[in-house]
């Protein structure tokens, strides 16, 4: 056993285990599935400025690369982002997480797979590996283990209790424009919203989100039925996105927790994976600086700083937009339209990055309409 153990061998585990490897230490990473990146439920869309200011080469788990974003109000109002260039990418998520696994190998890693936690009591773990359990004394434990963590729950129980979204989505055959991402906004997405993700002009992935006790699979159908009625399902997939402010709580004692586990993602759209992959950077550093030079974990807080800083501005824009009733939304949107968001966004807008173009709008007198509703996010 390694003297740090990560529960969760997803891309936040199996990223911060590589870092902690490649400083020295002994590093276990244990998965409960029996192959890593499999069951995919993820839309796989990361920004470029995002993933390559992370400096990880996506190489062939590019699946398409898109340059804008169409949204659409409840009432049918809409904005369209383009830049002429590509904004993001639509990632094979079983490659991507593959490649994470290969680097965490190479680097000595010791990854364990049909390896669960059962629970976690301050430095013992309690593991079943294929079906046998075993108690761990592990020196530092990272929780890495997802939106359900363990880990979280043992050590803190109320931490983000009810900050979740159920998500259905599914991968679908029909016409699809492979240059853009549609967000769909309506009554069939309670307390979030709805996507289309092209694979190419043949293939999407159309997921949404619903408040927590509202039936995902329902409103995955009426969505379908509203604005997607030729889409043919390939498969379906359900899963939970954490939607929480950030959380400073994230350590006790020796444990610490990364990424979906720490509610790592942005609240305004459900993407974890580059803020995710930021936060094991700083859990790793944590890690290292404690090992080496004694400092304590707690740190992790103070490393933890800009990134909170972005994520809290996802949770206030998720807020006030969540906070809105149709109408108001619709009105918000033709609003923006009229004082020339759509170019502004294609000029500065950053989907990882709210706060850059959100002050901005303070120096653009054409934008100052937008301002009461700027405010309230900031
Ligand atoms: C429908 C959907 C669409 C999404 N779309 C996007 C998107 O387009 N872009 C984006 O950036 N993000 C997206 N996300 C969020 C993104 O998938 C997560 O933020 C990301 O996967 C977080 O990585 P992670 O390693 O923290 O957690 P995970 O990827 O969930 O990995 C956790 C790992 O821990 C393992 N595990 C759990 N419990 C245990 C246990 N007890 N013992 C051992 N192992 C355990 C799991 O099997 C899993 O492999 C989406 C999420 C959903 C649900």
Request: aromatic share 8%; with cysteine; net charge positive.
């Amino acid at each position: 056993m390694g003297v740090i153990n990560i529960i969760g061998g997803g891309p936040i585990g199996l990223h911060c285990a590589a870092l902690l490897a490649e400083e020295g230490f002994e590093t276990s990473v244990f998965e409960e599935h029996s192959t890593i990146g499999r069951p995919v439920q993820c839309a796989g869309l990361v920004s470029k400025t995002g993933i390559e200011g992370l400096g990880v080469e996506l190489g062939n788990s590019i699946v398409n690369e898109v340059k804008g974003a169409r949204i659409f109000s409840p009432g049918g109002k809409s904005l369209e982002i383009k830049k002429n260039k590509t904004v993001a990418y639509v990632i094979d998520r079983y490659l991507f997480d593959q490649m994470f696994y290969k680097k965490a190998k190479r680097l000595g890693c010791d990854i364990r797979t049909e390896s669960k936690l059962i629970d976690v009591r301050n430095n013992s773990l309690f593991m079943q590996t294929k079906g046998r359990g075993e108690f761990i004394k592990s020196q530092i434990t990272v929780g890495a283990d997802g939106a359900h963590s363990i880990v979280r729950h043992a050590i803190f129980p109320k931490l983000f209790e009810k900050n979740f979204v159920q998500a259905f989505q599914v991968r679908a055959a029909g016409r699809f424009d492979k240059e853009f991402v549609e967000l769909h906004f309506g009554e069939f997405a309670p307390g979030f919203f709805a996507w289309v993700v092209p694979e190419s002009s043949t293939v999407a992935r159309i997921g949404l989100g619903v408040s927590p006790g509202e039936n995902a699979g329902n409103s995955m159908k009426e969505f379908l039925e509203k604005k997607k009625p030729n889409a043919r399902i390939l498969s379906k997939s359900s899963a939970l996105i954490p939607i929480a402010p950030p959380s400073k709580q994230l350590v006790l004692g020796n444990t610490l927790l990364v990424g979906d586990a720490a509610g790592q993602t942005k609240a305004s759209t459900g993407g974890g994976l580059v803020f995710g992959l930021k936060a094991a950077n700083a859990c790793a550093e944590t890690i290292a600086n404690h090992l080496k030079h004694k400092k304590p974990l707690a740190d992790y807080s103070r490393n933890l700083q800009a990134i909170n800083k972005e994520l809290s501005m996802h949770w206030k824009l998720y807020s006030y937009i969540n906070g809105l009733n149709p109408k108001q939304f619709d009105s918000l949107i033709a609003k923006a339209k009229d004082a020339g968001i759509e170019e502004f966004l294609t000029e500065y807008g950053d989907m990882d990055k709210p706060s850059l173009f959100m002050k901005k709008i303070l120096f653009k007198p054409k934008m100052w309409g937008l301002l009461p509703a700027v405010l309230k996010t900031m």
